[in-house]
C-alpha cells in the first residue's frame, strides 16, 4: 500500500469517525426530545480500481416499527377519550359529593325531612318553622349548585374541543409541508432527512391524542392521514376541521336543539361530530371525541337527572300540600277551579309544575327551582304557612281555609270536606302529609338508567353514587389503557428512543478511533518528510 493511499485511508477514518461522534452527540443532545428517533452510522468501505480507499460514514435514522407505532397511536386516542370524559365529570362529582356528604343533594333532602320531622312534634315553634325554611332552601341552593357544575363542564369540553380541533389544524399543515420536503429528500439523495421524519412523526403524534387515525406511506416518502372511522384527514393538501366554540352554554343549549346553539365538527363541511346526531363515520376515540360525549351525552345525561329530581321535589309538596292539591286539581267540595300554576313550598321562579311534564318541558328546572315566597320572612312571607300549607290562613273559628295566593292567583274560600274531623291544633296533619310525601314513593322515570319509584331522598342517594360511580369507571379505564400506552411507548422508546449511557461509551470509542486515525497521519507525514529530505 502507498503512503498516499494511506493517507487516504486516514483521512477517511478521520471524517468517518467526526460524522459517527456528530451522531452520537446529537443522540445525547436530543434524548428527552419528543419523537426522536436515534440516529445510527453506517460504515461502508471505499473502493477505487478494486483498491481500498478508507470508509465512510452515513448516519441515518434507526428503523421504526410501523406496526408498534400504529399501537401506540391508538391507545393514545382511547386514552384521550377516557381521561378527558373523568375530568368532565370533576366539576360535578366535587359539587355532588357522595350521599352521605354535607354538600351533597342527598344530604340536603334527609336535613329537609329530618327538620319536617321535628317540626311535627312542635309545630308551633318558630325556630323549628325557620329550621325547615332554611333546609328547603339548602336543597334549592344544593341541585343549583349541581345544574351550575354540569354546565361548567360542558363549557369547558367545549372549550377543550376548540383547542384541540386548533392543534389538529395546525399539525395537519405542518405535516403537509414536512411531506413536501421529505419527498424532495427522497428525490435528492445528498438531503438528510432523518431530522425531518422525526419533526413528522411528533406532529402525527399530536393528531393521534385528539383523534384516532390510521396512516400509510406513499412511494415517494409522503404520509396520508384517516380517522380509524375512513374520514381523510391529510392526502397531499389538509383538510380543514372547522368548529365554533359556544363561550356560553345553559341548560337548554343541547346539540339536537332547533337551533342548537353548539357547533359539531366538520371535515370539509362533512360532520364527524359524536353524539345524538353523529353518524357512522363519528369520531369514536380521541380527546376531541372524549369531549363532545361529555358536552352532548355524559352531562346532559346528569342533567335530566337533577332536573329529574327537581321537578319531583316541586311536585311533591303540591301533592301534599292540601290547600295547593285543592286549587291545583280541585281536592276541596265547594271550591274554586283548579289554578293549574298555584305552587307549593318550592316553585319554578314562582310557578308550579306539571306534575305530567316531560323531561323536555323542565330542562334546566334544577337551576330555577326556589322557595315560595309565601314563606319567605325576607320576601314578606310567613314561616307559619310552612306548617299550615304555605297558601293557606286559618281564621279564628277554624272551620274554613282562606286561600291567598300569589300574584295572579285567585282568593277564595272554601270549606274542608268533612271539617268537624279536621284536626286543626297545630296542623299536624298537613306536616304529616308532607313527612308521608317525602317518604313515599316517587314516579321518577329518569334519563340515565337510575331507579325509578323510589323516594326523594334513594333517588338524591342513587343520583350523587352514580355520578361518582360513573367517574370512577371512566379513571379506572383511562388507568387501564395508560398501562397499556406506557408499556407500548417504553417499548418504542426502546427500539427507537436514546440510550444515553450507550451513547457515552460510543463516545469514548470514537475518541480513541479518531486518535489513531490522526497518529497514522502523523506518522505518514513523518514518513514523507523523511522521504523528501533524502531526495533532497
Not at 461522534?21 to 436530543?30: L, Y
Not at 391507545?75 to 354535607?102: C, H, I
Not at 327538620?115 to 308551633?124: R, V
Not at 384541540?164 to 428525490?187: C, P, Q, Y
Amino acid at each position: 500500500m502507498s503512503l498516499t493511499t494511506a493517507l487516504f485511508n486516514a483521512k477517511s477514518g478521520l471524517a468517518s469517525t467526526q460524522r459517527q461522534v456528530a451522531g452520537a452527540s446529537d443522540n445525547i443532545a436530543n434524548a428527552r426530545t419528543p419523537g426522536y428517533v436515534a440516529k445510527e452510522a453506517r460504515i461502508s468501505a471505499n473502493n477505487t480500481a478494486g483498491i481500498g480507499t478508507g470508509v465512510s460514514a452515513d448516519v441515518v435514522r434507526s428503523p421504526v416499527d410501523s406496526i408498534l407505532l400504529r399501537d401506540v397511536r391508538l391507545e393514545a386516542a382511547k386514552l384521550g377519550t377516557f381521561d378527558v370524559r373523568a375530568a368532565a365529570l370533576s366539576p360535578l362529582a366535587t359539587a355532588s359529593g357522595n350521599p352521605e356528604d354535607e354538600r351533597s343533594v342527598a344530604f340536603a333532602v334527609t336535613k329537609l325531612e329530618t327538620a319536617f320531622q321535628e317540626l311535627y312534634d312542635a309545630p308551633e315553634r318558630t325556630d323549628l318553622q325557620r329550621q325547615v325554611f332554611f333546609a328547603a332552601r339548602e336543597l334549592t341552593e344544593r341541585l343549583g349548585t349541581a345544574q351550575g357544575a354540569v354546565q361548567t363542564g360542558r363549557e369547558a369540553a367545549d372549550r377543550r374541543i376548540e383547542e384541540g380541533v386548533n392543534s389538529v389544524n395546525t399539525a395537519l399543515e405542518g405535516i403537509a409541508d414536512l411531506n413536501r420536503k421529505v419527498a424532495e429528500g427522497m428525490a435528492d439523495p445528498s438531503i438528510d432527512i432523518s431530522g425531518i421524519l422525526d419533526e413528522r412523526d411528533r406532529l402525527i403524534d399530536v393528531v393521534a391524542e385528539q383523534i384516532g387515525i390510521r396512516t400509510f406511506t406513499r412511494d415517494q416518502g409522503e404520509v396520508v392521514i384517516t380517522t380509524t372511522e375512513g374520514v381523510t384527514l391529510l392526502d397531499g393538501e389538509p383538510r380543514e376541521l372547522t368548529f365554533t366554540r359556544t363561550t356560553v352554554i345553559d341548560a337548554s343549549t343541547r346539540i339536537d336543539s332547533i337551533p342548537s346553539g353548539l357547533s359539531g365538527l366538520q371535515v370539509d363541511g362533512f360532520n364527524i361530530e359524536p353524539g345524538p346526531l353523529g353518524g357512522p363515520q363519528a369520531l369514536r376515540s380521541g380527546a376531541i371525541a372524549g369531549n363532545f360525549l361529555a358536552r352532548d351525552v355524559d352531562l346532559i345525561q346528569y342533567q335530566s337527572q337533577i332536573d329529574a329530581l327537581a321537578k319531583e321535589t316541586i311536585v311533591l309538596f303540591q301533592q301534599a300540600d292540601a290547600q295547593v292539591a285543592a286549587l291545583r286539581y280541585g281536592a276541596f267540595t265547594g271550591g274554586p277551579e283548579a289554578v293549574v300554576d298555584v305552587p307549593g313550598l318550592f316553585t319554578d321562579l314562582g310557578a308550579g309544575v306539571d306534575p305530567a311534564a316531560t323531561d323536555v318541558d323542565i330542562i334546566g328546572l334544577a337551576g330555577r327551582i326556589a322557595v315560595n315566597d309565601l314563606v319567605d320572612p325576607e320576601a314578606g312571607g310567613d314561616l307559619s304557612r310552612i306548617r299550615t300549607g304555605v297558601v293557606a290562613t286559618f281564621r279564628d273559628d277554624a272551620a274554613e281555609v282562606d286561600f291567598s295566593g300569589g300574584a295572579g292567583v285567585a282568593t277564595a274560600t272554601a270549606a274542608y270536606t268533612n271539617p268537624a274531623s279536621a284536626q286543626l291544633a297545630g296542623f299536624k296533619d298537613q306536616l304529616a302529609d308532607f313527612l308521608d310525601g317525602l317518604s313515599s314513593t316517587r314516579p321518577l322515570v329518569p334519563n340515565g338508567g337510575l331507579t325509578s319509584n323510589v323516594t326523594l331522598q334513594n333517588f338524591a342517594a342513587d343520583l350523587a353514587s352514580g355520578i361518582q360511580t360513573d367517574r370512577a369507571n371512566l379513571e379506572n379505564l383511562a388507568d387501564r389503557t395508560r398501562t397499556i400506552f406506557d408499556t407500548l411507548e417504553n417499548r418504542r422508546y426502546n427500539e427507537n428512543g436514546v440510550n444515553i449511557d450507550e451513547e457515552s461509551e460510543k463516545l469514548l470509542e470514537l475518541e480513541q478511533a479518531y486518535a489513531a486515525n490522526a497518529q497514522v497521519i502523523n506518522i505518514i507525514a513523518r514518513m514523507f518528510d523523511e522521504l523528501l529530505a533524502r531526495i533532497a
